[in-house]
């Protein structure tokens, strides 16, 4: 179980890059249209008339065609929020901020169809809401095993980490989950 210290350390190493925060960009990401710059005034209208929310669209239809959406914005993990019901956008947004706090650096936006936080290009942190249980997902299996005390009484599974919707995750504990994280994508 890493000190506070040892969490505090971990994190400021990682955000004290020897190299850009930013991965170069991708040329050729830049000769494809976006998805959201195509029609998406008429598209959000007509999704609003049936009840699904553009970001819910979206990540439906990229998984369709079998494309990753990368983090793109903090504005999607709003509209990801504000899709969500009380107590759950509540709760969530909680945990963003918690996330914000130790990785202020961080790339905000959706992958994989949920809210993502990104160093350096590498998924470090996310979340999702579920009908009867939230997710704080690491993006890593090797996470958990290492806080197995730190986690005792919550359900896991190689990937997800569930807790109540009403229910936050401990400040200390996101922070370690982020730690461990941290020196697994940038060893030392």
Known sequence: MPAPAAVKATISRVLRPSRPLAPPPNPASASRPAL????????????ASVGIPMPVFRSLLLGLIGQQNGAVSAEEIDQYLSALEEPKRTTLARLRQTILDVLPEADQGISYGVPAFKIRGKTIAGFAAFKNHLSYLPHSGSVFPQLRDELKGYSTSSGALRFGIDEPLPVPLVEKLIAVRLRQAFPA
């Open 36 to 47: 959201a710059n195509t029609g998406s005034a008429i598209a959000q209208r007509a999704l």
